[in-house]
């Protein structure tokens, strides 16, 4: 929910920012892509980390990166000012999100797995409208900096609480095994209802890299799937930060007020919840692959027929839709990539897909920039912005079906190798 608030935050206040600065938009456009080039930055060269350091050693980093560039951003007295602050921000959610991805992956059971992921992702657009909803009422009253004082003090205050209930991935410890590895292990499967351990498992072959880092994604058994990966997540970025950063700013280009131009974005961010979580739901019984193809045409279709709709409801209606499908096949494509990678590589691949894929989140909000300030009407934005997701599902569709199955399967609870306690007593 966290990250929903602090990434969708300038968009929120966009509409006010823009009036009280001057700011035309290319610049608002530029101010977009600041932290969406820091979340791209985090997700190829901190996200990583947590292949070496830990899941939950990051994340927590990571939070505290994004409540420093939160509570600075109201402080700023220029654009350029702006720009830093929100691309401090980007760093730390984007380092943050792919080890959240991953930790969901591999703590939930396979035959739930889908949901597990796509049910943490959805905290995102969760947070996104519950600080749209906050904002429309906060913003005209305090002005434009509130949303962000209310979003990073916020995140300041849940740092200790995930220092002190979030515990590392029993996954990363049983194939990493770092030091202390056996008594944080125990501690996990005591809290979750399972027998202790009397002495950690040897790291199962399957789990073994010849290679680490960037080059262990294109050997030859992760090449293709990478590739497909990245187009995948490019695509939908694209169009996704469109929809985040544009829609109130767009809604309220074409007359609707200041109130209603926030709860459209509000309102897009409660159809992608309800989407995400249809999508996990169907994903784990008839495949993930089939369901995210079906959301992103979906999604595609919508947004082709945007400009059909007339009435203030009718409009709200599909931005909703579009929400639904649109997210939720996004949303998909994450879950996708927490299964096609062995643990100890798995934060490295999650995180350069989707550092490669924020470079369609970096050039989409630039783009509707440009497009707007030459007189694109919000109807023919969205249909531009409908071809990326066509690409897209082409992209997950070419994936092979295997390839989308979790590469390590072994839970403490069930593996062989493990020897329980209570199995000896």
Known sequence: ML????VLAISLAAPVL???WQINPQTLGAVFSAALVGMALGAILIAPKADTWGRRRLVIICMTVIAVGMLCTPLAKAVPQLIVFRFVTGLGVGGMVASMATMAAEFSPKRTRNLAVT???????VGAAVLGLIGAKLIPAFGWNSVFILAGLLTTLSIPLVAILLPESPEFLLQKQPKGSLEKLNTILRKMGHPRITELPPIAESAQVNRTGITALFSEEYRTTTVLLWVGFCMAFGTLYFLLNWVPQLAANTGLTLEFAIYSGTVLNVGAFFGMVTLGFLAD???????????????ALVMVLFGNFQTSVAILLAICFIGFFMEGGFIGIYAAATQVYPTLIRNTGVGWAIGAGRTGAILGPYIAGVLVANGMSMADSFKVFSVPLLVGAAAIGMMKAKQMVISINSTPASSPAVKS???ED
């Open 3 to 6: 990250d929903g608030m602090d």
């Open 18 to 20: 823009a009036r009280e």
């Open 119 to 125: 049910f943490v992702q959805a905290g995102y657009p």
């Open 285 to 299: 019984r008839i495949g993930l692959k089939r369901v995210i193809v079906a959301w992103l045409i979906l999604a």
């Open 421 to 423: 306690s209570r199995a």
